[in-house]
DNA sequence: TATATATTGAGCCCCAGTATCAAATCAATC
DNA sequence: GATTGATTTGATACTGGGGCTCAATATATA
């Protein structure tokens, strides 16, 4: 929530504030995380990641967006947006939707992932759900939490597109 | 894809184009699911739902508008993305989301629904996959799909909310 | 330190999606 | 079939999430 102020200055990259308790390794998952697609750990990118962590719970960009510009003016919006993006990009966020065309943001571990839907051409397959019903009450009573709907959708290729790819 | 357009005349809604093949039960789909709904099932709701049913693949809410237009210059914007709404509603279309942060909409017969999201408070807890593994290759095989990444997001209720819901 | 590459952020723009509200339709009742 | 009240439609205007541009700046590598 409070962090100190670290001495802002000029434009662009500054060096991080330096001197988190580093509770949870950010800094590590940010770098691998990061590495394997190429890109670099920027202090922006760890702020907004270490920001996400700490909500537990999803936020829209535009929250981040203002909540962090209270402790990092200089943040720009385009580096938020963007940076939320990576992060899902890299497996260090994920995206939902909530009611109303509403999309938040949620740090995450691992990538979690009911339909088919193919990324070239989006045909649609229904898929049969019956298996989810024991997963379902299983999680219900481990967490305690009331499942009142839940959405399960495969991406991929259809058959005819993954032969149009390999030709 | 071209209908004999109807002697379009006036405002408002009009009578349905009246001539259909009738290949599925798309009226009595529409008239069931709105009047669950308390709604009505207008010709603008069937023509909707008839193309979201032709398309057999996610549309855009714009991009169904543009196509709609030809066969009906007089269909409303307002009311394309409406309907949409309103068929997700009564459970006969399903919402996607596409790469880049674009949604799309495709019919569908039974709804269906990883992450634990309070649908309150937001709050996420992270769920164990595992159970997934068997399931999706036997989609694979099934469908001749190759699945590339898949959702699974529970919606409801943390416990806390839950309690404070039924204070 | 010098050089190449990647990232940032201010400003501007686009468009998906929504609010508004009068005209039009439907359902129900007389 | 005319009347009336509840819904829906659609033309229009607006909003704001989110992307683009590009010069300034930071990181990586030699
Ligand atoms: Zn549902
Ligand atoms: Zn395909
Ligand atoms: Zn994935
Ligand atoms: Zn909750």
Known sequence: MSRPHSSGSGRGTRSLPAGQPAAQPAVRDLSEGMAA?????TAQRLVVL???????????????FDQLR??????????????????V?????????R??????????SSAHHHHLVCTVCNTTIE?????LGMLTREL??????TVHHATLDFYGLCERCAQQ???
């Open 70 to 87: 209270e402790d990092n003016p200089l943040i720009g919006r385009a580096t938020v947006f963007r940076t939320l993006d990576s992060l």
């Open 37 to 41: 697609r190429g890109r670099r750990p």
């Open 140 to 145: 219900e009573s481990r967490h305690g939490f």
């Open 89 to 97: 990009d890299a497996g260090l966020a994920q995206r939902f939707e």
């Open 127 to 131: 898929i049969d759900e019956a298996a």
């Open 165 to 167: 790819e390999s030709a």
């Open 50 to 64: 270490e920001a996400l962590r700490g909500a537990k719970r999803t936020v829209t960009a535009p929250e981040l």
């Open 99 to 108: 009611p109303g065309h509403v999309y938040a943001y949620a740090a995450c």
